[in-house]
């Protein structure tokens, strides 16, 4: 258990940094938010018992509305949900090879 | 499941992926407990939106100011100085010859605006009452930028925000107690109404996001010429007249629809923009 709360703590920690760094240095040079694209990978990837791809979709997106005009909460429950229901479709209809060195939460 | 879908994971799976299909009925991804927690986070989400939004926005902008501006200009630093040069200093001697032989043109006016304005005893002499804010970061979605200054400084939603050369970027459309919200004239959906003081032509701007803006509603009887400076009009509300939006380009006149189109080639570059000034109007009309 502690060590899921430590592990959450620091995907949290490294999505805000992340999400700081692409918000303001990277905005001059992407037209994509590799963020997005990272966390869709992540949850294409994993594998789907996995909770890595929700913890971190529901992270991006609530970094998404606090540095938008978002309601907060909006994408974060969005992206939730985008990510149930992508690892739904993953594991019912399709199977990717998924990385076992993944670290789980 | 539609034969056709699963014949075409089969294919997937097996060629692309080589992989086989694996089907495991007995595991849900719906479970009862992500919903529960589903649900209790939408709970909290409202509450947190009801009581808590402008405090809470506010309280991790102030702790990720410091850390977002530094970062904002070596970015702005970094992309301005990776432009060609040598294209950048060849479109800046095209432009400066252009201004030159405008120059001498408003200078004329200036003298005959100064003579009217003093005629009609105008008390102008100063343009707009202005707030200095610095640039923190953009939204990654949408275009829009963080700036420093709030409701503590007198910052209310609708102001028009303007960098030097009386270049409009957009108005504020959120404010918390210490930053605002700047949504730009690009912002997808974005409409402001415009002219084009040359031909006398009234227009609509409209923003196509990822920092792009096209004019829409000109008259199919207007002559629209290519470089015409693009301003704000008083006809809107919402924009002071007269702040320059930028250049047009691209004009497309198509022979079945009612209007012309064209393209509004923007004169600011957010690489380049580390301070804006909001101007402070005393009434908003549309907002």
Redo the contacts between chains.
């Keep these: 258990m502690i060590k899921e709360i430590i592990k959450t703590l620091v995907l949290v920690v490294a999505m805000y940094y992340l999400f700081i760094f692409e918000s303001s240095y990277l905005s001059f040079f992407t037209f994509f938010s590799f963020l997005v694209l990272l966390v869709l990978l992540i949850n294409v990837l994993e594998e789907p018992q996995g909770r890595l791809g929700l913890v971190s979709a529901f992270f991006l997106g609530l970094m998404l509305d606090i540095y938008s005009t978002h309601f907060i909460g909006l994408m974060a429950l969005s992206f939730l949900f985008a990510s149930l229901l992508l690892k739904f479709i993953l594991f019912k209809y399709v199977r990717i090879p998924s990385l076992s060195w993944m670290p789980k939460i | 499941?539609p034969r056709d879908?699963?014949s075409f994971?089969d294919f997937?799976?097996i060629f692309v992926?080589s992989?086989?299909?694996?089907?495991?009925?007995g595991?849900k991804?719906?479970t009862k407990k992500?919903i529960t927690v589903?649900a209790f986070?939408?709970f909290?989400?409202?509450i947190?939106?009801a009581f808590f939004?402008d405090s809470?926005?506010n309280f991790?902008y102030s702790k990720?100011e410091s850390?977002?501006?530094s970062?904002?200009n070596?970015?702005?630093e970094?992309?301005f100085a990776g432009k060609n040069q040598e294209e950048l200093n060849k479109q800046l001697i095209e432009q400066n010859q252009q201004l030159l032989s405008q120059l001498a043109d408003f200078q004329k006016m200036k003298e005959e605006n100064e003579f009217l304005r003093n005629s009609l005893n105008l008390g102008l002499d100063k343009d707009f009452d202005l707030m200095l804010g610095r640039v923190?970061?953009?939204?990654?979605?949408?275009d829009?930028l963080?700036i420093n200054i709030g409701s503590n400084s007198g910052v209310k939603k609708g102001f028009p925000v303007i960098i030097s050369g009386k270049v409009l970027l957009g108005k504020i459309?959120?404010v918390y107690p210490s930053y605002s919200?700047v949504?730009l004239i690009t912002q997808k959906n974005n409409l402001i109404d415009v002219e084009i003081p040359d031909s006398e032509i009234f227009a609509l701007s409209k923003g196509e996001g990822?920092l792009s803006l096209s004019l829409d509603m000109i008259a199919r009887d207007k002559e629209l010429k290519e470089g015409s400076l693009v301003l704000t009009s008083a006809m809107g509300g919402n924009y002071p007249a007269g702040l320059l939006m930028g250049k047009v380009k691209n004009i497309k006149k198509i022979d079945n629809e009612a209007y012309q189109k064209a393209d509004i080639e923007k004169v600011f570059d957010?690489?380049m923009i580390n301070n804006v000034f909001v101007i402070k109007i005393a009434e908003i009309y549309n907002d």
């Design positions: 499941m879908i699963l994971f997937l799976s992926f992989r086989r299909i694996v089907y495991n009925h595991m991804i719906f992500r589903f986070l939408l909290c989400f409202i947190i939106n939004k809470l926005k991790v990720s850390l977002m501006a970062l904002w070596k970015g702005g970094q992309a923190i970061s953009k939204d990654i979605l949408s829009s963080l459309v959120d919200r949504m990822s957010l690489s």
